[in-house]
């Protein structure tokens, strides 16, 4: 195994002149009470990951100062960063063990990849828009995210080279379940995805074992639009 990846990141302290961190930590700590552990998300791992991301180095700026409310935010590019509940029930959902490799599909803001190197061995993350693509990447670096690799593409064709997963999550609404995505899955893997128009979906899990796939429905979301070959049309 070569050394350049390891999976913990050194720890970085987050300060700004205007705001020190500490205002930031605090209100972590609260989001995690009041909108994730008050709503049943009890996995140690997920709710020790959410303790630990600076979600407010994941927003723009100007919208620092709301990044620990309870509903999602733009980023820019017309897309959004989730709801913290949303990402803290998606990941839950995903059953993660610190060996797992994941694929995320929807890189935008990076907040849901970094929870999830918080967790896992490795995650691979799609990003169709350069702009988006590019600015993360740099976030990841900045912030030592160094378990985490990237990638231009449309997600919707998956990740060939790097499959079979453990865990597949896609952060945008789809039309139906790709087919691709589920034959990148691992035997024992668990994906998890919105399907159903462009207002509104539901989030499905699917869970592979032996005899095949097995999906189950999590309730309603809304996400923005999974636009690709398996997803919805550019327009
Ligand atoms: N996980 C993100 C959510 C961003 S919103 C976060 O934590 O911030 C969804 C993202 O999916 C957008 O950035 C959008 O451009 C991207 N997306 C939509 N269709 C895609 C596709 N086919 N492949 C890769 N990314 C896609």
Not at 41 to 51: F, G, T
Not at 100 to 120: F, H, K, P, W
């Amino acid at each position: 195994m070569p050394g350049f990846l390891t999976k913990r990141r050194a720890t970085v302290k987050h300060h700004t002149m205007a705001d020190s961190g500490h205002t930031y930590d605090r209100r972590r700590e609260e989001m995690v009470k009041r909108q994730i552990e008050a709503r049943n998300i009890s996995d140690p791992l997920v709710l020790e990951a959410m303790r630990r991301v600076p979600r407010h180095l994941f927003v723009s700026e100007a919208l620092r100062h709301k990044a620990y409310e309870d509903h999602p935010l733009p980023i820019g590019a017309q897309q959004t960063i989730s709801q913290p509940f949303i990402v803290a029930e998606m990941t839950q959902a995903l059953e993660l063990a610190p060996d797992d490799r994941v694929l995320e599909i929807g890189t935008g803001s990076g907040y849901q990849a970094a929870v999830l190197a918080e967790i896992v061995y490795r995650v691979y993350t799609i990003e169709r828009l350069h702009p988006l693509y590019l600015r993360t990447r740099k976030l990841f670096d900045t912030l030592q995210y160094h378990n985490i690799v990237t990638r231009y593409s449309d997600g919707t064709m998956g990740w060939k080279e790097e499959s079979p997963f453990d865990a597949i999550i896609v952060t945008a609404g789809a039309p139906r379940i790709p087919d691709i995505l589920l034959s990148q899955l691992a035997v024992g893997g668990r994906m998890i995805l919105p399907v159903g128009n462009q207002y509104t979906q539901d989030l499905i899990k699917i869970i592979r074992d032996e005899s095949g796939w097995h999906q189950a429905s999590l309730g309603g979301c809304r996400f923005v639009k999974l636009v690709g070959e398996e997803g919805w049309s550019e327009s």
